[in-house]
Nanobody, 124 residues
């Protein structure tokens, strides 16, 4: 599976962005999709994941209520709608695809394929 993330940019605090991740290769609908992020000088961290059908989602506490993950299997695309952005959301955001057990899919090493990342900068 090849993943390409896009949609990042510069936004003021309180603003919104929608990230997209387009997949190609193996059947998209067979993968759990996740978003991770890496802030400058920090380790990469889990943001959100969505099940194969889209019926189950899970978020990091730091983004719960502000971010929404969704997917369109017909378009082979997963989205991350980010609202009420804060300067601490500044990071490179990565999408990932994995086929492990759903309960493990907040772990970085549960994912098999990664996109190249898209940079989000939130100014105060």
């Amino acid at each position: 599976v090849q993943l390409q993330a896009f949609g990042g940019g510069l936004v003021q605090a309180g603003g919104s962005l929608r990230l997209s991740c387009a997949a190609s290769g193996r059947p998209f609908s067979s993968y759990v999709m996740g978003w991770f992020r890496q802030a400058p000088g920090k380790e990469r961290e889990f943001v959100a994941r969505i099940s194969w059908s889209g019926g189950s989602t899970y978020y990091a506490d730091s983004v719960k209520g502000r971010f929404t993950i969704s997917r369109d299997n017909a378009k082979n695309t997963v989205y991350l709608q980010m609202n009420s952005l804060k300067p601490e959301d500044t990071a490179v955001y990565y999408c990932a695809a994995g086929s492990g057990r759903i309960a493990t899919m907040s772990r970085e090493n549960s994912y098999d394929y990664w996109g190249q990342g898209t940079e989000v900068t939130v100014s105060s």
